[in-house]
């Protein structure tokens, strides 16, 4: 982002002298500190808990066109998007100088979100119906579809109202108003009515919802939509979540995180479990080391761009660049040569002097004498400041030692990092369904680990106590990473907590200062290679400095290559998840859309979004199962419908490349304040108590997955269906198809077998079920059904010559 709002201007530059003081470390991570060490220079983004630093903040734009616009100009954004009245709203890591260009260029940026302070009024409420619907009041009704009617509950029993509904009519100035009942036994009236927002993306228009469930002191048993169009639909309304889970057996044990921890604690954590536990579990070292926590020592001198150059060291600061020093010297001659000499690691620059012995050396010479002699180009590299000319004179500096500025303790190594994955099942041979949990893409949501290794601690510390646990390790095999990006999580931990990426700089000089130090890295979960940037798809940056940049190239991060690695190498892993924070959303491929035309991934195929919905059920109720937590039914679903575009995504690579069926959670979900009648959020990393509960549902959530695999596993039974008529007239005759269970239809109607290469039943839209097949004569329609564990109606055997297939003759009045 700080390249797309532009670079800073002579006169901004931070620089410092003297050597970086030695700073003490608590034993539990903290964030990092918001003021830097006396000799640091001062990177441009600094993190704080005040308004002087860095701050999660909220962003409004007027519609998806304008989170598009964020995402390619490269603004941090955080995986959060919630409609609101007057627009949309996201989050955004950003310093103030960057709040404020961004204000500048007309964004709406509000308060802070991460320290909870100064939170910002909400925008003013949209247009008044009453206007919307005199406008729209000649027009010809609208015809409503309903996607969506459900309660459910959530924190303290708090109870919630969801609707989604399609309007036939697309137009901005269409008004839906929802009106409910009070639940069985009370008087017709005694319900309650909202207006309903219209939900856009990639200025598309694609159904009318509420910006946020609807507290409700009764259960509705039905809701009635009106449009300002004259459109009306009267639909009951549902339970969403809450399906009842056994408990668990009285020897069943749970609950063992205590604090934030590193990737040095998982990875230690997990070998531990392994040793414990060798009969069912090992560790798997994934072959990509990551490049490591570890940086070049630097040093930058100057007071303004024109004058300003830094140097970097050849070796990683721990490897001896930290030992580096140069200092700028003015000869007390007149019209001295600039000139270089070296003495072990101290460089210095004698400095060019004119016919009154003042300094005439320019920023470029110096850049130019460092790296053109010998002894001083094998300890460092010289530039200009961000691709400036150079022309300014420079003063003479004392010795000035390189540092790396990395500040976490000695515990922490800064040699490239030894990924691991937890394989956990008693059979691990390849024959049993294979199961992919992995944590913390993105290195500052320090919760996601949490959620990893509070799940490999149920499994295997009751698996000789609980039979339920014992049938999921016994039938499945589980892979497990704690920690994708190690290096990132590490410099998140000690060093600037609000860090995304790994920590692999690809910048080239102009942009690798080391005031830019907290804007290197590449962003994990868009480093893949299918949907990618590279393939023109939305929600990332080929910029160096964005928080959402893809990389130089599809998979060139060792960590996003891990992923793939585990997945080939162990093809029998059909499910995956990826845990990411916050918002609470719970979402499935595809990920990712070209903005023009909102041109999407191909979306899965009906039976399988079936799939995902009938599964989002029974784990978004494991969920809920722990403190109550209620995910919304809007942030549940494919990834662009419910938040936005996320080009080279893990998911879609694992869906698209190798066919595994992966969700992603966002864990996190939005408080609700009955005080204030508000939904809060609670930001990347909250105070412990609130991260151990999130660590706590959403590893529930991922032991329910694992019970969604072993029923696949597990799965004999065949599917049934029906074939059901949903209109009849004059002229032809419309029906579609029921199935008992998530399943695929495949139909002719020319007479022909069905084979998996007929027809194939789709989605009526996105949210709005099967769809409707019309026949203008009287016809027989053949037909069979899969279900996605590839058992077949009837046994049925589509590449065969049985005629077993199901059959039924659809009649249209006035023909035979």
Not at 440 to 447: C, N, Y
Request: a negative charge; glycine letters at 8%; charged letters at 25%.
């Amino acid at each position: 982002m700080r390249s797309s709002l532009g670079g800073r201007r002579a006169g901004r530059v931070a620089v410092a002298f003297a050597l970086p003081l030695v700073l003490g470390f608590a034993a539990v991570p903290v964030l990092a500190e918001p003021s830097p060490t006396a000799g640091e220079v001062a990177p441009d983004r600094r993190s704080g808990t005040e308004q002087n630093g860095v701050a999660l903040l909220r962003v409004i734009v007027p519609d998806q066109a304008g989170v598009d616009r964020l995402n390619s100009m490269g603004v941090d954004l955080a995986e959060y998007k919630k409609p609101l009245d007057d627009g949309i709203e996201v989050h955004a890591v950003l310093s103030p100088q960057e709040a404020e260009e961004l204000r500048g260029l007309g964004f709406d940026v509000r308060g802070a979100i991460s320290d909870q302070a100064d939170f910002a009024e909400n925008a003013a409420e949209r247009r008044a119906a009453i206007t919307s619907a005199e406008k729209a009041a000649a027009a010809e009704a609208d015809t409503l579809t309903p996607l969506r009617a459900e309660w459910f509950t959530s924190l303290d029993d708090q109870r919630f109202l969801s609707v989604e509904v399609k309007s036939s009519a697309t137009d901005a100035q269409t008004v839906l108003t929802v009106t409910w009942d009070g639940g069985k036994g009370t008087a017709p009236d005694s319900g309650g009515t909202a207006t309903m927002s219209r939900f856009t993306d990639a200025g598309q228009y694609m159904y009318h919802r509420f910006n946020t469930p609807l507290t409700v002191t009764e259960i509705p048993t039905r809701v009635t939509v009106t449009s300002s169009r004259g459109g009306s639909v009267t639909v009951p309304v549902t339970k969403w979540l809450g399906e009842k889970r056994k408990a668990p057996g009285k020897h069943y044990v749970a609950d063992f995180v205590d604090h934030y921890m590193d990737p040095t604690e998982t990875a230690d954590r997990i070998t531990t479990l392994a040793r414990e536990f060798p009969k069912v579990a090992e560790i798997v070292d994934l072959p990509y080391k990551t490049n490591g926590y570890r940086r070049a020592a630097q040093a930058q001198f100057g007071t303004a761009a024109a004058n300003t150059f830094y140097v970097s060291s050849r070796a990683y600061g721990h490897e001896g660049g930290n030992d580096v020093s140069v200092a700028l010297v003015k000869p007390d001659t007149a019209s001295s040569p600039v000139s270089v000499s070296v003495t072990g690691k101290n460089v210095v620059v004698n400095l060019a002097t004119d016919g009154s012995a003042a300094v005439s050396s320019t920023a470029r010479q110096v850049v130019d004498a460092l790296n053109g002699d010998a002894a001083a180009s094998a300890l460092l590299t010289a530039a200009t400041y961000r691709g400036d000319a150079g022309g300014g004179v420079v003063a003479a500096a004392p010795a000035t030692r390189l540092a790396d500025d990395l500040k976490a303790p000695p515990s922490v190594s800064r040699d490239p990092f030894q990924m691991k994955a937890l394989r956990i099942g008693k059979t691990r041979d390849g024959s049993k369904t294979g199961v992919f949990l992995y944590c913390q893409e993105h290195a500052r949501e320090w919760v996601t680990p949490l959620v990893c290794v509070e799940t490999a601690e149920r499994l295997l510390r009751n698996y000789a106590r609980d039979e339920r646990t014992r049938k999921l390790v016994d039938g499945l095999d589980i892979f497990i990473v704690p920690t994708v990006n190690p290096d990132g999580a590490h410099y998140s931990m000690y060093d600037y907590n609000f860090q995304r990426r790994n920590m692999t700089n690809h910048c080239a000089a102009n942009a690798a200062d080391p005031a830019r130090r907290n804007s290197w890295g590449v962003d994990l979960n868009r480093n893949f290679s299918v949907g990618s940037v590279f393939d023109g798809y939305s929600g990332a940056s080929t910029t160096c400095t964005s928080d959402t940049f893809a990389g130089p190239a599809e998979l060139s991060e060792p960590e996003a290559k891990n992923e793939v690695w585990l997945t080939q190498r162990y093809p029998n892993i059909k499910f995956a998840m990826n845990t990411h924070s916050y918002g609470g959303y719970f979402m499935w491929p595809p990920g990712a859309y070209k903005t023009a035309g909102r041109e999407l991934l191909p979306r899965v195929d009906f039976g399988t979004e079936n799939f995902f919905w009938s599964a989002s059920d029974h784990i978004l109720s494991a969920v809920q199962s722990w403190r109550g937590t209620g995910i919304w039914p809007g942030r549940t679903g494919p990834v662009p419908d419910v938040l936005y575009s996320a080009a080279g995504n893990s998911a879609d690579e694992h869906w698209f490349s190798r066919g595994i069926i992966g969700w992603d959670f966002e864990v996190g979900a939005d408080v609700y304040d009955p005080a204030t009648k508000r939904f809060q959020a609670v930001g990347f990393q909250p105070e412990f108590a609130e991260g151990h509960q999130e660590a706590m549902e959403f590893a529930s959530g991922q032991i329910a997955i694992l019970e969604v695999a072993k029923a696949f596993a597990d799965d004999r039974e065949r599917p049934g269906s029906d074939l059901k008529v949903t209109d009849r007239t004059g002229t032809s005759t419309t029906f579609t198809f029921e199935v008992d269970e998530p399943a695929n239809v495949y139909y002719t109607l020319d007479g022909s077998r069905p084979t998996l290469n007929s027809p194939k039943l789709a989605a009526a839209g996105m949210r709005e079920g099967a769809q409707r097949i019309t026949v203008e004569k009287t016809t027989e329609v053949r037909w069979f059904a899969v279900d996605i564990a590839g058992n077949v109606e009837k046994n049925y055997k589509p590449e065969g010559n049985g005629n077993n297939h199901r059959k039924e003759k659809v009649e249209v009045r006035g023909t035979r």
